[in-house]
Each structure stands twice: as structure tokens, then as C-alpha cells.
């Protein structure tokens, strides 16, 4: 069960990854091109998917939101990753950073995700990059929380308390000791945020203070969609599947690294 | 015990004003001119600089946070532009709405989520256990702006059996209005039953393997008797401490559920506020939200001492 699971996210992933890579061949027309004398097609040949309220064709433009939607959340994930780890290191390892820097984490993460996530987004403009600053901030202190906690376990080790007494630098101890140690629960973290990130995203765009339309995002094609639910629901459907596989996908493949990476935490299973 | 809580409350100081402090300087955040931003393209340089003054923005940032810091204690959080009027007035306005949807949630985030939680670890590893295991899944990877929206279509306009949007107060209709929490109550609650079934389900899992399920089940107490008195009661710390969790993505929840069935609530009046760069009406939703959630977390963590006597909160 555990293994057809995991399985199951590196297919939907990897599907998606293909999509989002080869959007260029996959898609059938470009996706931002109006053919209004082809508005709500029903799927057929010529579009697969159908086309929507501007006659463009659902398909095309789905494999390019899978493109902006893993570039939007990889970039968050590179981003998270980073600050996340340099906020959890210095905080673990310098004792006199750590009030400080937690402090700060513990603020930004009292806020509702979701509603901070939107508040910096609609600050700093409607925009992909904006979109990926505003939920890095918001994910960054979930980030440097677990790599702080792994730090503190590390810090006291004996092995390296002899690196100390042997006189290494604490540059040479985080590099070879701590990092290698904090790794795994940060790409089982990095993972589940990769999935937050995919829905969070398709959020600020369905409110309207991500990427602006017509750019392809799938938040963008469920918001479009809303308004000719009743005549043509298609339009709503598709992106919404996508999304909901994409982060199915990353979850299972999380639940499957966690399995792996970091046995501490495995769910326990019958 | 009383030490304790003093000393959780004098350590929640610090992050209530950090948070105060990013709230307020959101603002800080705008490109370019934000008064300008926030007047819109076609505004008067008049109309301009008449915002600028209403939002302090001629004054320094340190003079302006002062100003706001100095107002909190008389719970003045500003005048909202869009609104023009108190802030603090139109957020109290809306939260009993908000508490109302988030709360429907919890009750059936509580109610479905522990059963299947329970009934899944009594029957793991069986297609009861993996149906569960499913719907948990399903609740993590679906957005949930999207599920209304399928809801909205299907229960409200093609079935038409329950209202599409729209809030109908208690006292108005006590049926009504818990029709107009249904729809919503479920898209807010599904991602949420999901975590609460996973975790219980897990802890349940532990807890059946201990000694003292053993000894009662040897000693030949009824098996519900077992469940219900001796492995429910050490199942529920953890998942206070989810349901502590949920409550706060509950609230967080409301802005885009609120938004998609057009509810009155903190959430939808913040969404606007953002659609509007009222600026003032962000700061304090936002001050609001995050302090809640803050003083909620210090609830939840009372409460395992209440439920757990071998939790005990002495230094050391």
C-alpha cells in the first residue's frame, strides 16, 4: 500500500513535469489566442478539452499553467529553502540569534497563511515573482522551525563536541555535521510546500493578485470559469483537476520521502 | 499552573508586538508612492495628497507607528478608507458571522473526523481504513475555492437543494441560516477532517498496542466500553492539538470560502479590503486574525494539562 502511494505521486508528478517542460509541443494552439468564433466548444477533435468564454482552447492553455504553476512553486521551494535554512541554522546553532530570529518566525506564523500571503501579494503588485515572495514569506518560518530543531539535536552530539574540542571552525562543523543531519526532514518539508505553494498560488490568482490574466495560470482559468458555471462548468472543471493531481502528486511523494528520509516521523500503519 | 500561564502570557508579548508590527507596515510593502497606488490612476493630485494625510503618510514611518501602537490599548485600529469608518466597529461587526461558519466547521471537522479516524485504526489495513485514507488525501490536494464552486453547481443551481451564496442571519431563520452554513461549512471543513482523521487514526493505532487496552479487554470489558473510556482519552491530546490548528485554518479558510458564496463574514471583509487597498482595514484584520490565533494556541496548550495530569508545567 505504502509503495503503490509513493508510486502513485512520481506518476502524477513526473505527468505534470512533463506538461509543464514540454508545453510548447504539447500544446495545440498558442494559449493566449482568442478565436471568438469558437467560444465554449465542447471537447471535440480540434480541442480536445474545449475552448472557453474567449475561444481559447482549454488544453493548450492548461499545459502552460502547469508550467507557470511548477515555476511558481519551485521557486518558492528554492527561496524557502534557502532563507528557511539559513534562519534555522543561525538560530540553532547561535544560541544569542535564537530568541531573536524565532521570535520573529513565531510572528510571521501567527498569521492565517492564506490571508498574508494575499495581503504581500496585493502590496507588491499583481506578478509571478511577487506571487513567490509572498508565499516564501509565508512558508519560510515553517521551514527554518524544522531545520532549527534539527540543529539543536545535532549541536549536542558528541561527535560534534570532539569536532570542538579538536578545534574546528564552525563554519568547517555546519558544513560537514549539521547540514548533511538537517537535510532530510527539510526535502520531506520542502516537498509538502511545494504542494502548498501549487494551491496557495492558484489562489491568489483565482482572487485575482497573482499573475494577471489572460496569462494561463490555473487560479486565472477556474476564476474566468466561475462566471459560465452554469452554461459551460468545463471551463471551471479541468484547471481544478489539475491543480488537485498536481498536489496530490507532491503529497503522496512527501508521505513517501518522510517514509524513507526520516523514519522518526513515519505514520505508524497497522 | 498559575506561574505557567503567567509565564506563557509574558512570552506571547513579544510576538503580539512583532505581529502588530509587520500588520502595520504592509503598507511599507507598495512600490513607488503609496498614496498614489492606493487613489488609484485617474485620482486628482488634491484627491492624492487627501489620501496620503487620511493614512499618515505624511508623517514619518516611526511617528506613524508610534501613533498606531498608542491607539491600540483604546482598541482604535484606524478608519478604513473604503468604509469610512472605524475599523475596529466593521471587524466586530463581521465576527460573529465568521465564528459562526468557522465554528460549523470545527463541529463537523470534530464529528466526522474523529469517527473516521477511530474507525479506520479499529479497521486498518481494510477497505474501510483506505476509503478513509482516500477522503484524507482528497481533502489535502483539493483547493478548496474550487470544491464550492463544483458544490455551488451541483447542490445549488443543478439540484437546487440548498442556497448557492449568501448569509442568513439567526435570527432571521434559524433553518436558513444553518442552510446557508452547510455548503460552505463542508468546503471549509474537508481539508481539516482529512488531518484530523490521519492523526487520530495514527494515535489510536499507538495507543490500542498499550498495556492497559490489554489488561481491559483481557479483563473482559465490553469492547466499545474499552474504546470510548480507556483508548479515547489518551488519543484526545494530540488531537486537541490538531483541532487547535484547525480552528486558525478555519479562520484562514473563511477569506476564500467567504468570497466564493458571498458570506458577510471578517474574511470577505478583508478580501474586499485587499481589492481595494484600504490599507487601514488590512493592518487591523490582519493585527486581529494573528492575535486570535496567538491567544488560541495558549488555549490549547492550558488545555493538555487539563486533560493530561502527567503533563505538568514546572521549569526543568
Known sequence: ?270 | MAEYVVRRLLAAIPVLLLVTLISASIMQLVPGDPASMIAGQNASQIEIERVRVELGLDRPYGERMLAWFAGLPRGDLGRSILLQRSVADAILERVPVTLALAGFGLLLTIAIGIQCGIIAALRANTWVDQAVLVVALAGVSIPNFWLSLMLIVLFGVMLDWLPAGGYIPFADDPLGWARSLILPGISLALLQIGLLARITRATMLEVLRQDYIRTARAKGLPGLLVIGKHALKNVMIPVITVIGISFGLLLSGSVVIETVYSIPGMGRLLANAVFGRDYPLIQGGLLVTAATLVLLNLVVDLLYAVLDPRVTFDRG
Open chain 1, 1 to 270: 500500500m505504502r509503495h503503490r502511494l509513493f508510486a502513485t505521486g512520481v506518476v502524477l508528478f513526473g505527468i505534470v513535469l512533463v506538461l509543464a517542460v514540454f508545453a510548447d509541443v504539447l500544446a495545440i494552439a498558442p494559449p493566449e489566442k482568442m478565436q471568438v468564433r469558437f467560444r465554449f466548444r465542447t471537447p471535440e477533435w480540434a480541442f480536445p478539452l474545449g475552448t472557453d468564454n474567449f475561444g481559447r482552447d482549454i488544453w493548450s492553455r492548461l499545459v502552460y499553467g502547469a508550467r507557470l504553476s511548477l515555476a511558481i512553486g519551485f521557486g518558492v521551494v528554492v527561496a524557502t529553502g534557502i532563507a528557511g535554512t539559513a534562519i534555522g541554522l543561525a538560530a540553532g546553532y547561535f544560541r544569542r540569534l535564537d530568541n531573536p530570529l524565532m521570535r520573529a518566525m513565531d510572528a510571521l506564523m501567527a498569521f492565517p497563511a492564506v490571508l498574508l500571503a494575499i495581503a504581500i501579494a496585493a502590496a507588491l503588485g499583481p506578478s509571478a515573482i511577487n506571487a513567490v515572495i509572498a508565499l516564501a514569506a509565508v512558508y519560510t518560518p515553517r521551514t527554518a522551525r524544522i531545520v532549527r530543531a534539527t540543529v539543536l539535536v545535532v549541536r549536542e552530539t558528541e561527535y560534534v563536541q570532539a569536532a570542538l574540542a579538536c578545534g574546528a571552525r564552525h563554519y568547517w562543523i555546519i558544513r560537514h555535521h549539521v547540514l548533511p543531519n538537517s537535510l532530510a526532514p527539510l526535502i520531506v518539508q520542502l516537498t509538502f510546500i511545494f504542494a502548498y505553494a501549487v494551491l496557495t498560488e492558484a489562489i491568489l490568482s483565482f482572487l485575482g493578485v497573482g499573475p494577471p490574466p489572460p496569462t494561463p495560470t490555473w487560479g486565472n482559468m477556474i476564476a474566468e470559469g466561475k462566471d459560465y458555471l452554469r452554461e459551460a462548468p468545463l471551463l471551471a472543471v479541468f484547471p481544478g483537476i489539475a491543480i488537485a493531481l498536481t498536489a496530490l502528486g507532491l503529497n503522496l511523494l512527501g508521505d513517501g520521502l518522510r517514509d524513507v528520509l526520516d523514519p522518526r516521523l513515519r505514520v505508524q500503519h497497522g
